[in-house]
């Protein structure tokens, strides 16, 4: 990881064990208590008050991150009682994960009138605009700004010999989902009409040993089963065509590439955001979508092979989300 001049202040990490979010386990993989939440609690103000930040950015919440409330309530507090106070703003995606309870947009309106100055929505309201997933967004309309999608510029385009070309490129994100997809992609390359390409298997480094073992093992003659690359962008911009799960940092990387593509939306538990901007982008013939609950290596290979007789994928929406932030957070700083 590149931080160039900014310091990383880790917090003890918890992560989520179910599909809900609602179980989280500390380092050792032991569930949190109260006092794990005072500690990193008193870490996360401790960190505040020493950098004393002219802009304090919160990553989706108050739209999310609900259980970690613990800590971002009080430095919300912090954050009132500060002189000067800084610039409070919350960073979100083009895409909100729906709520079954309308008392909990409620809940989000009513931080984001009492502590938030603005609101940067990565996305383009030509495809998608907040208010679909976020029924109060009219009500903070005078604080939202859309800076575009946020994406990976690294990629570089290549020819013959270069990293990916002309390869299937599979891929299910850095994390341990999406196994069921990598093996569907494995047994779905002899039924599709990319049968001669490379097919490159991207396992995230999560995905236990055994389980990467067990593709390895399924992977036959003109399949690479490695685990996720830093190049991947590049492999994007090289290949024939690319797999992957659909999360928001990929298929936004294979727009910019310019890449023909096949997504496979993560659905479970209360997720709806993959799914949602997977089919309004194959309305757009930007990509061909299977749907999670029907994926099987003939579904998959049927999919690839529409995919392939298409134009290569050229969605008309906006990519400039990082520079446009930059600049966004510093106009309103001065």
């Known amino acids: 990881m590149h931080l160039g001049r900014a310091a990383l202040h880790q917090l003890p990490p918890t992560r989520a064990t179910d599909l809900y979010f609602k179980v989280l386990v500390d380092e050792h993989d032991q569930p ?3 006092d794990w939440r005072t500690r990193r609690r008193q870490a996360l103000l401790a960190a505040y008050n020493e950098i004393a930040p002219q802009v304090l950015l919160f990553e ?3 739209f999310g991150r609900r259980q970690m409330r613990f800590e971002l309530l009080p430095l919300l507090e912090e954050t009132a009682a500060t002189r ?13 994960v729906g709520q ?3 008392e909990r947009n409620d809940e989000m309106l009513a931080l984001i009138e009492r502590h938030f100055d603005r609101i940067l929505v990565h996305g ?4 998608i605009a907040l208010d679909e997933t976020f029924p109060h967004a009219e009500r903070i309309a005078d604080r939202l700004a859309y800076t575009g999608y946020v994406v990976d510029e690294s990629g570089r385009r290549g020819g013959p010999g270069d990293a990916g070309w002309d390869e299937v490129v599979v891929s299910a994100g850095g994390g341990a989902v999406g196994f069921e997809l990598l093996q569907a992609a494995i047994a779905a390359r002899s039924l599709s009409r990319a049968g001669d390409a490379i097919w490159r298997v ?4 999560k995905v236990a040993g055994e389980e990467f073992a067990a593709l390895a093992e399924q992977a036959g003659e003109g399949l690479i089963v490695e685990r996720a690359r830093g190049d991947f962008p590049t492999l994007l911009m ?14 936004m990387e294979t727009l910019r590439a310019g890449a023909r593509a096949v997504v496979v939306p993560y659905a479970g538990g209360i997720e709806t955001e993959q799914t949602l901007r997977a089919r309004l982008l194959a309305r757009r013939g930007a990509l061909e979508v299977v749907a999670e609950q029907e994926l099987d290596a003939a579904g998959l290979a049927a999919a690839v092979d529409r995919a392939l007789a298409g134009p290569p994928a050229r969605a008309r929406v906006d ?14 700083l001065a």
């Open 32 to 34: 949190i208590d109260d």
């Open 60 to 62: 989706l919440f108050p």
């Open 84 to 96: 000067p106070r800084p610039l409070v703003a919350c960073s979100v995606r083009d895409i909100l």
């Open 100 to 102: 079954h309870k309308p």
């Open 124 to 127: 383009d309201p030509e495809l």
């Open 202 to 205: 991207l396992v995230g480094y």
């Open 238 to 251: 090289n290949c024939r065509l690319s797999i992957s799960q659909g999360g928001y940092n990929t298929v």
């Open 319 to 332: 990519t400039g989300g990082a520079q446009r932030t930059a600049a966004l957070l510093g106009e309103w």
